[in-house]
């Protein structure tokens, strides 16, 4: 038979990427989403029918037993979670309740439906924030920098709890940051890859952006999902970094993305106070090592190229608005 996982956060970007590549395997696929009277399925028409849609919230343990006593998952990736950093100072208990305490609920829903169940909770380079070490790996110590990175330590650690408590196959993935076309317009590389294609087209004169002088480690988020099914996969749980090993700015990121659409991005980018963080992070960059060795995992897209992609494809968007 098949096997079957649920993803939570499935009309996100990874969850879209991830519930393609589970397909693509044979998987039987459990997408959960939050009641709502506005969700969005826009990142997974493609494949919706493919799909099994079940409503459930992570903020109620009770509908996570009964998604999980009905559909009975062998693996479960937890990705749902409020990811916008920016928005974890404005709502910080938001930001607690769906992206630190809802791994908890999870993972103990699994204890006491079926411990068997694999279970890959998604963590962030974010909890690294203010680096005691570069690049970053599995053993650096973590010192985030805003409620959201501070949400993914407890989000992390209670993942490692569960599994030494329980004996559960639960992992984290420290994934840096990873981007696409499908990524939301308020992250920092697609609100530049639209801007471009906004002004490429007349729409707009101007980029408003926070501080360019951040460095991130940026890879594509469809090899990132691989790595997430790959650590599932492994006999022993473990926690793995996942990243480029490269480092860029966002200055560079814009003058890569700009390019791509003929322009200069100095007449055009504007730096705006409203945008810098309370608290910045100035430096991310991971060292992969482990998940190459031990996963056999690689990249396939490299950052000139997924900058390319995201500017071509929000080219395209654009064009096809004006229509």
């Not at 990132?224 to 650590?231: E, I, P, Q």
């Not at 791509?260 to 980018?269: F, I, M, R, S, T």
């Not at 991310?284 to 900058?307: M, T, Y």
């Amino acid at each position: 038979m098949a096997r079957r996982a649920l993803i939570t956060g499935v009309t996100g970007q990874d969850g879209s990427y991830l519930a393609e590549l589970l397909l693509e395997q044979g998987y039987e696929v459990i997408g959960m989403v939050r009641r709502s009277s506005t969700v969005s399925f826009e990142r997974i028409a493609h494949i919706q029918d493919k799909i099994t849609i079940v409503g459930g919230d992570l903020l109620d343990q009770a509908s996570l037993i009964t998604m999980l006593s009905e559909f009975r998952p062998q693996e479960v990736y937890n990705l749902a979670a409020q990811s916008f950093v920016q928005t974890s100072w404005s709502q910080p208990v938001l930001t607690g309740e769906t992206t630190a305490l809802a791994v908890t609920r999870m993972l103990d829903a699994i204890r006491i439906v079926d411990p068997s169940i694999r279970f890959y909770q998604a963590s962030s380079s974010e909890m690294f924030g203010k680096v005691l070490e570069v690049p970053q790996r599995e053993t650096t110590p973590f010192y985030p920098r805003s409620p959201y990175g501070v949400a993914k330590v407890y989000g992390h650690w209670i993942t490692v709890n569960y599994r030494e408590s329980y004996g559960l196959h639960a992992t984290s993935g420290i994934l840096f940051n990873h981007e696409s076309p499908r990524r939301g317009l308020e992250f920092a590389p697609r609100k530049i890859s639209y801007g471009v294609a906004r002004i490429k087209h007349g729409l707009d004169t101007t980029l408003h952006l926070g501080n360019l002088d951040s460095q991130r480690d940026w890879g594509f988020a469809g090899d990132y999902v691989r790595a997430m099914v790959l650590m599932v996969q492994q006999d022993t749980p473990s926690d793995y970094v996942v990243a480029s090993g490269e480092t860029h700015s966002v200055r560079e990121l814009c003058e890569l993305a700009f390019s791509v659409a003929g322009l200069n991005w100095e007449d055009h980018v504007v730096v705006d106070d409203r945008f810098k963080r309370p608290a910045e992070v100035d430096l991310l960059v991971g060292d992969p090592k482990r998940a190459i060795e031990e996963l056999g995992w690689k990249r396939e897209v490299d950052f000139p190229s997924l900058v390319e992609m995201m500017v071509e494809a929000d080219l395209a968007l654009v064009r096809s608005q004006l229509r």
